[in-house]
Nanobody, 121 residues
Framework: QVQLVESGGGLVQAGGSLRLSCAAS????????MYWYRQAPGKQRDLVAAITSGGSTNYADSVKGRFTISRDNAKNTVYLQMNSLKPEDTAVYYC???????????????WGQGTQVTVSS
């Protein structure tokens, strides 16, 4: 099985920064796509950022220029550096990893438990 552990959320003032981490462990052969989603109260869950196994990145328009997604393949970990935070960034943030488990030929999608990010004005 595969476990994802998120960390780094918290309360920050507008204009501040936070760095989220998500580490995967277990029977992992490789990790392909890595993603961060977020869900604000009463809203749908939206894709914030994505990074491929080759390092190509993609961002939601609302976070371009402020957030940076990165990965450490040796540690099966994905990061989200969030700068210039705004109150509208307040949400639960979820990491998502497409994992190829040892002995399988298909990627499985795993979700982290979510971490709360609250930005005060």
């Amino acid at each position: 099985q595969v476990q994802l552990v998120e960390s780094g959320g918290g309360l920050v003032q507008a204009g501040g920064s936070l760095r989220l981490s998500c580490a995967a462990s277990g029977s992992i052969f490789s990790v392909n796509g890595m993603y961060w989603y977020r869900q604000a109260p009463g809203k749908q869950r939206d894709l914030v950022a994505a990074i491929t196994s080759g390092g190509s990145t993609n961002y939601a328009d609302s976070v371009k220029g402020r957030f940076t997604i990165s990965r450490d393949n040796a540690k099966n970990t994905v990061y989200l550096q969030m700068n210039s935070l705004k109150p509208e960034d307040t949400a639960v943030y979820y990491c998502v990893l497409d994992v190829r488990r040892v002995g399988t030929s298909t990627d499985f999608r795993y979700w982290g438990q979510g971490t709360q990010v609250t930005v005060s004005s």
